[in-house]
């Protein structure tokens, strides 16, 4: 824990950094790179969308392991909001997945 401890406020920067700057449905939309070793392409925001809901998680997890409760409250009700928010956006009810790739259909496992 005490290495939890002394990268907690970098962690809780970095993430809220990405709140901050994402789109109005809440997700990342901007980044460098998406799936780029997929062969079938996957949008960028739908990776950097994922990323996003999978920083929250882990700072979920540091603050309660740190019994940081306001941040705990905070970071779980956000994170149901993202995981609720990724699935509406990119789940396609049509074709019943996510899209195309591996990784498209990979990253929403997840979030479950």
């Known amino acids: 824990l005490q290495l939890a401890a002394a990268l907690y406020q ?10 901050a700057h994402s789109g109005q449905d809440r ?7 998406g799936d780029w070793l997929s062969i079938a392409p ?7 969308g994922w990323s996003h809901v999978l920083a929250v998680a882990r700072m979920v997890d540091l603050a309660t392991a740190l019994n940081k409760t306001q941040d705990t409250t905070r970071y779980t009700t956000l994170l149901a ?3 609720a928010r990724y699935h509406k956006e990119f789940f396609n009810a049509t074709a019943m997945n996510y899209g ?4 498209a259909n990979l990253l ?4 479950q």
């Open 42 to 48: 996957v949008p960028k925001p739908q990776v950097t």
């Open 81 to 83: 909001d993202l995981k």
């Open 27 to 33: 997700l990342v939309q901007f980044g460098y790179y």
């Open 108 to 111: 929403p496992l997840y979030l």
């Open 10 to 19: 970098t962690s809780r920067a970095n993430t809220d950094f990405r709140t």
């Open 100 to 103: 195309d790739s591996q990784t």
